[in-house]
């Protein structure tokens, strides 16, 4: 069973708290834009992690037959971008994110937070 954008920017976002990601955010820009459906935020600490997150989500999607159709950034890991056509994921260092202010730019989207409660 093939799984619907949203199906697939809520697991990507799933696992990218499995890995610590921190601010993890599913847009809804099916209003805004015709580019995507889903971004799909977060945030790593150092590259390493920015790395461990991106790898975990494109492993996690392949599981389900869902392969990224273009990446970017694993060159430097500050800004890791994972496209697979109605969802984009992008996986950042802390200070590039706010740099290039994504949440702000696209804050009129519907946004789902997906972080865990704090105990």
């Not at 889903?38 to 790898?55: P, Q, T």
Request: contains cysteine; glycine residues 6%.
């Amino acid at each position: 069973m093939r799984l619907k954008p949203r199906e697939i920017a809520l697991l990507a976002g799933k696992i990218a708290v499995e890995k610590k990601a921190s601010d993890v955010k599913i847009m809804d820009v099916r209003e805004l834009t015709g580019i995507t459906d889903f971004f799909v935020l977060c945030s790593g600490n150092l590259d390493v992690h920015v790395k461990a997150i991106s790898d975990a989500i494109q492993e996690g999607l392949e599981e389900k037959k869902i392969r990224v159709w273009h990446q970017e950034g694993y060159s430097a890991l500050r800004w890791v971008l994972l496209d697979y056509v109605d969802v984009v994921v992008h996986v950042f260092q802390g200070e590039v994110r706010e740099f290039y202010g994504l949440d702000r730019l696209w804050g009129d989207a519907a946004l789902v937070d997906l972080q865990p409660a704090e105990a």
